[in-house]
C-alpha cells in the first residue's frame, strides 16, 4: 500500500466525460447487495455542535488552482483562490518544514464556456518558474472591488506582472502586463509586454535584466519571441505610420541588437524554428484597392552566424501561385526541420474593400433559436440588402452551423510549402484535401477528404473521412485510407502513422507506402468493448508511439501493450491489469516535449481499481515484465513530477479530504505536505465518508454506486437522500466537493446539511436510453435502501441535461419512489429533439441521437417505437412525483421548447410542477446571482418534499410577475437558516433555527 495520507488529496479522471454538469456532451467512460466503507478524516470532526454548510458561509470557500513544480523540483506555486473576492499566490520550498510565502493575486477570472468559439480554454494560470528555479513570476488580477468597477465603466482588466526572487523573498511589480517569458532554462532576462495604449497596436516591451534589476524598454512592439535556448530574443516593430516598422533581434548574451528587416510594412506572426538559430514570420503591404493586405513569407536562418541566411517568398512574383489567393495572416509561418522549406497558409483574397456595417442576417448568437438574424427593420447595410438565409438540403453543413463557425471558417487557411533549394511553391491543402497534417520531421504529411462524408456526418455523426499520404518532395498523393473516423497518429521519426480502421490498428509506412495490420493475433482486444453508445467497434485509444518508432503502446482497457510496427508482436508491459481488475490509465509525462515514448526509461501510469475505486501510480521498469506499484489506497490521486529532478508531487483527496498537494521522492516513503487547502473544514459538520454500494441492473449488468454519508451519521438511523444521475458515476466515490453556491447540486453542502447523496452507475442498451435509466437506477436506489442508510419515505432525484432527461423519464416511469424531482434542461420529445438543432454548435441533434448519448439505431422514422417508449413527454399521466424543471429559453444544447411543453403537459393533467427560467441564460447557468438562486431554491425545494419541511411561498403559490422584484428582493435579506441536523426527528418548525444574516 502506499501513503496513508490524513487530510491529503488529488484528482484524477477516466472518463472523457461530463466536461461540465451544465453541458450536454458525449460521455465514454472507462458493476445481492455489498457495502464497503471508507471513512473520511472528517467523519470524527462532525460533532452537533460545528456549523451546517449554509450558503452565507460558501463565498469565503477556497480552492487550490495553477499548482506548479520548477524543473529542479525545489519550489512549489500554486493559487489559492476563494469562491469570491481575492485570491494569493503561495510560493514554498518542496523541502520538509519550509516556509511558505503568499502574495495577493486580486480575483483571477472564472473560465466561462464561449459556446461561439471554436474551443474552450479556460484563462491562462500565468504561474511561471523559471527554468533553474531561481525566480517565479506570475500575474495579478484587479481586485474584486476593482473588477466590478470596470465592469460598470466598460472598462478592459489589465494584469499586473509579479516577479520573485526565490533566495531572498523580495518581490517586484510591473503596471499593465499582457504576456511575459522567462529567456531560456538558465535566464538572465524576463521579458514582459505591456498593454497597447487604446488605438495602437503596438506596446512598450520590458527586458527586465534578473542580475542587476534594471529594466530596459523597446517600444512599439506588436510581437515578440524567445528562441529555444533563450540567447536570441526577436521582435517586429508596429510604429505609427509604419514609420520604423521591421524586425530585430538581440543577442541577450552579448546584448547587441541586429535589424534583420525594416521596410513600412505590416509584420505579423513571428516564430522561431523549433530548434537552431532561424526565424520566420510575415510582411505585409497593403491593397487600397481590395481593402485588403498582401503577405510575403520572410525567413532566416543562421541568425547570429557568418553563414545567416534570408529567404522571402512573394506570391506575386510566382507564376504558380494560384490566382486569387493569397497568404493567410491568421497562420504563422514555420520552418520545417532541416529548414529546407517553410509552412504557411493561403486564403482567398478579397475582391472589394468589406461593408462598414456587416451584413445584418448571420449573427452568431447561439442558442437563441428564431433569433438568427436581425429583426425587419433593425440595423441593416449601407446597401439594404434583405435579412435573408437560404437553408438547402444539399449543404453539408447547416446555416446554423455555418453561424457559429463563421469565425473558424474566415481564419482556416489552405496549407502550403516553399521549398527553398529549388524555390518551388507547393500547395499541399486544396478543396478536395483542405485537412493536412504534416508528420514530425516534415518529410510526409497526411490528407484527409471528407466531402463525401460530411453531409450525411452532420446527421448520423460519423466523422468520416478518405486518408491520403502527402510526398512533400513531389507533392504527390496516395490514398491509404477510405472512410476513416478516427485520429491519425504520426511516429517520432515521420515515416509512419498509425490508425484505427474495421476493429483493427494498422500502421501506414509512407516510404514503402503500404499499410500493415498491427493488432491481429493480439492474445487481448483494442476495440472498447464497454462503450454502450452506438458505434461499430470503436477503439481503445492509444498511449502513443515508442520513441524509436518501431513498435506503438497500446491500451486494452486494462493493461498496456506493447505492440510492434511489423505485426505479430506483442507484449503486456503491466502484465495484471485485467486479471485483477486495475486499469493503467494516465501516464506520466515528465518532458512535455518528449518525442515519443522512450522505452529505455521507466514508465509510468497511474492506476485505477475498477471494483475498488482505489487510486495509485505503478511504474514500468526498462526490460522487465509486469508493473510495479509504488502507492495505491481508497482514494484519488493527480500526479507529477519535477522535469530535472526525481521530486513527485500529487494530489490526494477523498470524499472528506480536501485535495492538498504532497512531495516525495520516487520512493514515496515519506511525503511532505505542501498544502493546506481548507483548513475551515474542521469547523463545519461534514460528511462521515463514502460508502461503494454493488447492485444488479433489470438487465443482469454488475454495477456500483457511491453513496456519501451525511454529517453525524449514526449507525442504523436513516436519512434523507438525495440521488443525483448522469451516466457512471462510481468513479467519483473519492471525489472532493468544494463547497460553493454556484454548483447547484454540491454534495459537500447536502451531507453537511444531513443528506445522504447517492451517484449510481447507468449503462445503455441501444434503442432505449431512458428504459435503461430505469432499469439501472430503481435497482441502486433499492440497494441504497437496503444498506439501512436511506429513508425509502425520502428519497429525492436530480439531474441536469442528459440527467434532466433521464430524471424527466424516471419521473414518468417510478410512481412513488421519489419524493421530490428536479430536472435541470431535460429533453422530453425525443421525436421533436431528433430533429431539432444543437444552436450552441449549430449542428443537428440527431448526430446526438444516432452516435452520442442517444444511442439510437437510426431516426425515429425508422424506430419510432423506441423514440415514443424514451420520451418522458409521453407518459405524464403516470407521474405521481412533484417535479421542478430548470428551463432557459436561450438553451442551445436543449431547446426550451423541450421544457415548456412538458411544464404545459404536466399542468394540463394538474400535476405538481414548477419551472424555473433564467432570462437570458443558456443550457447552464453563467450569472452568480442566478448560480446562488437556484442552488438556494433547489436547497428549498428538496428540504420541503424531501425532508417535509414548509415550504416557502413561492413553491406553494409561484409568485406574480407584478411582485418578482420585491420577492427577490426580499430573498437577498433573507436571514441564515442552519438545518440542525442529528439533534432530533426531522419533522417541523423544531427542525430550523433562524439566526441572524451575519
Known sequence: MGPRLAGGAGATYYCSSRVLDNVMLPVRCFGPLSIVLLAGSAAAQSGSTQKTLDASDLASWRSIRAATISADGKWFAYQLVPNEGDGELAVRPTAAGATERRFGIGQPATPRFDFTAPSFAPPAAGVLFSGDGRWLAYSIFPTAVETKRLAKEKKPAQQRLGLVDLASGQQREFEKISRFAFAGERPNWLVAQRYPAEGATGSDLLLVDLRTGTVGTVGSVAEFALDETG????????????????????????????????EPSTYRRLAWADSGFALTVLRGKPDSARGDTVFAVVGFAGIGTAAQSRVVFD?????????????????????????????????????????????????????????????????????????????HGREARLQSMQQVEERRDKAYSYLALYRVADRRFLRL????????QLTPRERFAWGADRRGYERRDNIDGGQRRDYYAI?????????FLTAGRYPILGSPDGTKALYYHDGEYHVYDFVAKQSRVISQGAPTTFVDTEDDHNVDRPPVFPLGWAADSRSVLLFDNWDVWRVGTGGGDFSNLTGNGRRDRIRYTRRVVI???ERGIDLTKPIYLQVYGERTKQEGLARIAPGRPGAERLFFDDAKYLVARAKNADTWIYSRQTFTAYPDYWTSDGRFGSPTRLTDGAPQQREYAWSAGARLIDYVSEKGDSLQGAL?????????????TVVYIYEKLSQGLHSYAVPNETRAFNPSVYTSRGYAVLQPDIVYRVNDPGMSALWCVVPAVKAAIASGIVDPAKVGLHGHSWGGYQSAFLATQTGKLFSGIVSGAPLTDMISMYASVYWNTGTAD???????????????????????????????????TPIMILHNEKDGAVDFNQGITFFNSLREQDKDVIMLQYVGENHGLQAPQNQKDYTIRMQEYFDHYVRGLPAPEWIKEGVPRLEMDEHLKSRQKKPKTVSMIGTGAETGLANRKTLAAR
Do not use: C
Not at 456519501?708 to 434523507?720: D, H, I, M, T, V
Open 231 to 262: 540567447g536570441w530574443l526577436a521582435w517586429t516593430t508596429d510604429a505609427k505610420d509604419m514609420v520604423g516598422n521591421g524586425l530585430q533581434v538581440r543577442n541577450l548574451g552579448s546584448d547587441q541588437v541586429r535589424t534583420l528587416e525594416s
Open 315 to 391: 506570391p506575386s512574383a510566382d507564376a504558380s501561385f494560384p490566382a486569387g489567393m493569397r497568404i493567410s495572416p491568421d497562420r504563422a509561418p514555420k520552418w520545417t526541420t532541416g529548414f529546407g522549406a517553410i509552412a504557411f497558409g493561403l486564403t482567398s483574397r478579397r475582391s472589394a474593400p468589406e461593408g462598414k456595417t456587416g451584413r445584418p442576417d448571420v449573427k452568431p448568437v447561439a442558442g437563441t433559436p428564431g433569433i438568427m438574424q436581425t429583426p425587419a427593420g433593425v440595423g441593416g447595410s449601407e446597401d439594404d440588402l434583405p435579412s435573408l438565409v437560404i437553408w
Open 429 to 436: 491543402a486544396t478543396d478536395d484535401l483542405r485537412e493536412v
Open 471 to 479: 510526398d512533400l518532395a513531389t507533392g504527390e498523393r496516395t490514398q
Open 591 to 593: 518532458d512535455p516535449k
Open 708 to 720: 456519501y454519508l451525511p454529517a453525524n451519521y449514526e449507525p442504523g438511523r436513516k436519512y434523507p
Open 846 to 880: 440527431m448526430a446526438i441521437f444516432e452516435s452520442s448519448q442517444g444511442r439510437f439505431l437510426g431516426s425515429y422514422l425508422d424506430h419510432s417505437e423506441a423514440y415514443v417508449r424514451n420520451s418522458p413527454n409521453r407518459f405524464v399521466k403516470q407521474v405521481e
